[in-house]
């Protein structure tokens, strides 16, 4: 019998709110299933915006992350019956709602409260060739059951010297995930957004970054696009809605790296 491939768990995080995470979370997903890849994006964040950014409009009715999250509370068992289909062929979609504002206290008195996501995620990863998870802007429990049930973590940062703070702080608790929860837990990569060539400092925060992070962080940069703002109001992701512009050939090239890193990265460990 061969042997089962199964999902890479992508958590896409940043505790640094206004950085593209959840612009990242959602055009990578799609550039992955637009190169004929399975993809499920699971929105983690109660502000719902990688839902909305796929064309779902609010609606508490709906099945969502909560309810798979919580079974006890929802008439629901695992995954399957909160997964949608979405406006790309081969990419799927767990959403948020408000109900996950009240995740955190629903999680705390609960056994083994950091890995409700994981439990969740093991039946279904030979389902899917990745799984992106997009993560709250902040460092709550489903923060930490993203990092506890992934395999990697990918790091969006605005090329700003504030960021270069944050990113440290991420990598504090990505080695306390580590350490206590996850030991299999790695990072991805740190992807560099809105960059502005024209400017001295996103030169200088990129040098910064790629001499602390050697290899780490991705060469595909994420411009400052118009196209990429634009998108989410219309429900869809940027390759749809202006395959031509410069962030939709960027997340595409990112998709690409990423592929490629994964490939090589199995190829050493074979």
Do not use: W
Request: overall charge negative.
């Amino acid at each position: 019998m061969g042997k089962v491939n199964l999902a890479r768990i992508i958590a896409v995080a940043n505790q640094k709110g206004g950085v593209g995470k959840t612009t990242t979370a959602v055009n990578l997903a799609a550039s992955l299933a637009a190169a004929e890849i399975r993809v499920l994006l699971i929105d983690c964040d109660a502000q719902a915006n990688a839902t909305a950014s796929l064309g779902f409009p609010r609606d508490a009715e709906r099945p969502s992350l909560f309810n798979a999250l919580f079974p006890e509370e929802n008439d629901r068992e695992g995954l399957a019956g909160v997964t949608h289909a979405t406006c790309l062929d081969g990419l799927y979609l767990v959403p948020s709602d408000r109900n996950l504002v009240g995740a955190d206290f629903e999680l705390y008195g609960l056994e083994n409260r950091e890995f409700r996501l994981h439990a969740l995620l093991e039946p279904v990863r030979d389902q899917f060739e990745y799984i992106i998870l997009d993560c709250p802007p902040a460092l709550t429990l489903l923060t930490i059951n993203a990092l506890a049930a992934a395999d990697s973590l990918l790091v969006p940062i605005q090329c700003e010297y504030l960021s270069l703070e944050g990113i440290s702080a991420l990598i504090e608790t990505m080695d306390r995930v580590r350490a206590g929860l996850n030991p299999n837990l790695e990072l991805e990569g740190i992807l560099l957004t809105m960059f502005d060539e024209r400017t001295t400092l996103t030169k200088q925060v990129a040098t910064e970054l790629r001499d602390h992070f050697p290899e780490k962080v991705f060469e595909t940069v994420i411009p400052r696009n118009v196209r990429l703002a634009e998108a989410p109001s219309h429900g869809q992701p940027v390759l749809l809605y202006d395959v031509r512009s410069r962030g939709a050939e960027a997340y595409i090239q990112l998709a690409k790296e990423l592929i490629k890193r994964v490939v090589t990265d199995k190829v050493h460990t074979a």
